[in-house]
Every structure is written in C-alpha cells, then in structure tokens.
C-alpha cells in the first residue's frame, strides 16, 4: 500500500526520560522502533521512510530493520524542550535534498505508540486527501475525563472552580464530546511543517482520526510498558508483524 509522494518521519532521539532507552528497548523480541518502522514499510517505499536521531546506536537500529540513516540529527534539535515540529522540519528538508525532491506530504508516527497499523495510517491520510481545505489531521482517543462534567482548576487563590463553570452540564451523556490526542499519527501538508510549530496552531484547519483508547496506547512510562506487555500477553491486543 503506497500514499503518493509522501515522506514517514519517524523522530527517536537518545534522551527520553520517562522510559530509559525506549525507543531500542526490547518489547516482545525486538526493539519499540521496529514496530512503527514495521508499519512504515508497508504504506511507502523504504526511501520515503526517515529516521530523525542524535544517537548512533538508534541509527544502528533502525538500518538493522531496514530504513537509511543518512544523517544524525544535531544535538540542538533533540533537547527536553525542543518542538518535535523542528526535529521533523530538519528531517523532511534534509531528505528532499538527497532525494532531490519536494514532497507533498508528511506523515509522522510516534516510536511510542506500537499497536497503531496500517489501516489506521492510511485512513488518517485519506481523512487529509478528501478535504482540500484541511491542513494537518491527527490521531485522538474518546478522552476519559470531559473538561465539562466533574473537572475543577484552582484559581489564582487555590480555590477550586469546575473547568467550564459557565456552562450548565449536569449529565456526563449531555457534555460536549471531546477528544485527547494520542500522538500516535500526524499526516501533514508539505507547507506547515516550514510554518508552525505545532499541529493544534491556531492557524491551521485540523482534522482528527478517531482511534479506539488500546490500540492508541502511548508508551511513556513504566507503567505503560508493562500495560503493553501484559495486554500482548494476554492476546488482548496483536503488536505488527517485524519483517
């Protein structure tokens, strides 16, 4: 399955926090990244795929299960505080010089969420294609808690308030649907990865894909990487096929 004139970034730089090594750690005989390179592999050719990395033991990884790193990202890109639209914007105009070519769209997966799969890529891709008028379409989950029944902030005193205290929900079912992003899929047009730094800007038309809460599962602990085993464990959830 292809999507026409299309780059994957797929962004692992060494330093993340929450889960020590994650993105090569090993989860059911092989590596977290294999899993999204896995997916990749089967919507775009291995040319169109490009792994965004400062360190050379991802790299390694990442060409053992068959994607090109021709190039590391500096190390200014892959700080605790640096956009992820930056490390992607670096990327895609790295690979288009040596592609020699501009492409049409960006399609980004996190290594964090390994049970997403093909069929959820290409139909968020789809949801971009069918509207001419939409900038950026993202993965999201029914969200478990709703800002508008039962949520309280604290004020600039610490008195606590509901979130939305002018609006009168008190049903959960007559709350607005609402939605959290699970950062499993950003499909882009070309243009706003040189424009914003996020996906939510203001300025852009954004769609959503609409994924069930499991197969959206985002590793960013411990505890989700146990989740992830044990739902695995069980034959409660499938991770992709690694070729």
Not at 93 to 99: A, P, Q, R, T
Not at 133 to 149: E, H, I, L, T
Not at 211 to 240: C, N, Y
């Amino acid at each position: 399955m292809k999507l026409d004139n299309t780059v994957i970034t797929i962004c692992a730089r060494g330093g993340s926090k929450g889960v020590k090594g994650k993105n090569i750690r090993e989860l059911k005989g092989h590596p977290l990244i294999a899993y999204t390179i896995s997916v990749a592999k089967r919507i775009v050719d291995v040319d169109d795929i490009v792994v965004s990395t400062d360190s050379p033991d991802i790299a390694a990884v990442a060409e053992k299960y068959g994607v090109n790193v021709p190039f590391l990202r500096p190390a200014e890109l892959a700080m605790d505080d640096t956009p992820k639209m930056l490390a992607i914007r670096h990327a895609v105009s790295e690979i288009e010089k040596l592609n020699n070519k501009k492409y049409s769209f960006v399609v980004d997966l996190d290594v964090t969420a390994p049970i997403r799969t093909v069929n959820d890529v290409v139909t968020a891709f789809n949801i971009l294609q069918e509207d001419k008028q939409a900038d950026v379409v993202y993965s999201v989950s029914p969200a478990r808690k709703n800002p508008y029944f039962n949520m309280v902030e604290l004020d600039e005193n610490g008195y606590a308030h509901l979130s939305k205290e002018g609006l009168k929900v008190f049903a959960r079912q007559k709350a607005p649907k609402v939605y959290e992003m699970n950062a499993s899929i950003y499909v882009y047009r070309r243009p706003v990865i040189d424009r914003v730094l996020s996906a939510t800007d203001p300025s852009l038309k954004q769609k959503i894909y609409v994924m069930d809460e499991i197969g959206a599962i985002d590793i960013d602990t411990e505890v989700d990487w146990s989740f992830v085993e044990f739902l695995v464990g069980k034959g409660m959830v499938k991770l992709p096929e690694v070729w």
